[in-house]
Structure formats: structure tokens, C-alpha cells
């Protein structure tokens, strides 16, 4: 069974969020808007899943992951990491982020890392890096936007389940 707010499924609703939010801001482009869509969706499942494999310590993990990859693929995958996590947290957590402009700055450059050594998204992740901060804003606004609304804070009270 699928849960509603407002009348949609949690993706439609972040995907309405986000066009809302982004619609007013000129470098906000279709792959853009959809990029920080399935950030929205998919970067709490993803820290959560990174934090576990650091807390047990599995070091295999690591080691066998990163024998699979090209250099290449690492300064991507590093660089584009960087730049979710900084642009995440500083766009729903800045509170807890003293130093914003250092953490602006991982963003900025682990994006134009990734841009680098990857083709396939590469003006998306370009885009992303030269417009940081324009999408740092527009994820505030979406969570101030989130936290006016009761009907979701009820949907997501007590749905771990959602992020696991």
C-alpha cells in the first residue's frame, strides 16, 4: 500500500517540491531539478547504508570495492559523494554546519571532479558545481516548505522503514 499526502505518492510529492522550489531559478535545468529529486529520494537510504558498513568496520568492503574501479571511476564516484553530501546536509541541516563556505567549497569541487572524469552526467554535474550555492538555497526552501506541513510530519512520524 502506497502512502498519500496530499494526495500523492511521497516521489510525486518531492518531485512537485522540487519543481516548485527550483522553477525560479534560472541555471535550474530539467537535469537538475531531476538530480536533486532523486537526491531527495535516495541520498538518506545511502548515508544511512554508508554509515553502517563504517560502523562494523568492514574493511573488505572497501578494499574489494575499490580494486573494481578505475582510477577514473573513483575520483568520480569521491568527487560526486562529496558534493550530495555537502549540498544535503548544508541544504537541510546548515544548523549544524559551522563553517559553510569550507563545506560549500568540498561541494563545489567534488562536483567539478565528478564532471571530469564522468561523460554521461557531466553539465549536470558542471551545473551542480557552478550553481552550488543557488541549490543550497533551493533545498532550504523546500525544507522550510516541509516543515510547515503537518500532514507530512505525521506520514513520516515513526516510518523508519522508509529510509532503511
Known amino acids: 500500500m502506497k502512502k498519500i499526502i496530499d494526495g500523492k505518492t511521497l516521489p510525486v510529492f518531492f518531485h512537485d517540491l522540487v519543481d516548485e522550489n527550483f522553477e525560479?531559478?534560472?541555471?535550474?535545468t530539467p537535469c537538475v531539478r531531476y538530480y536533486i529529486f532523486t537526491l531527495l529520494l535516495d541520498f538518506p537510504?545511502?548515508?544511512?547504508?554508508i554509515h553502517r558498513i563504517i560502523e562494523r568496520k568492514d574493511k573488505n568492503f572497501f578494499f574489494n570495492w575499490a580494486k573494481i574501479l578505475t582510477r577514473k571511476e573513483i575520483f568520480f564516484y569521491k568527487g560526486k559523494e562529496l558534493g550530495d553530501f555537502s549540498l544535503?546536509?548544508?541544504?537541510?541541516?546548515q544548523e549544524h554546519f559551522k563553517e559553510e563556505d569550507f563545506y560549500t567549497s568540498i561541494g563545489k569541487k567534488g562536483y567539478h571532479f565528478a564532471s571530469i572524469y564522468y561523460e554521461k552526467n557531466k553539465e549536470t554535474l558542471r551545473n551542480l558545481s557552478e550553481n552550488f550555492e543557488g541549490c543550497v538555497c533551493g533545498l532550504r526552501?523546500?525544507?522550510?516548505?516541509?516543515?510547515?506541513r503537518k500532514d507530512l510530519e505525521s506520514f513520516l512520524e515513526g516510518r523508519k522503514d522508509l529510509y532503511l
Open 24 to 28: 525560479e531559478l534560472n541555471f535550474a
Open 45 to 49: 537510504k545511502k548515508f544511512l547504508q
Open 88 to 93: 544535503f546536509s548544508l541544504g537541510f541541516f
Open 141 to 148: 526552501r523546500i525544507r522550510s516548505e516541509m516543515a510547515l
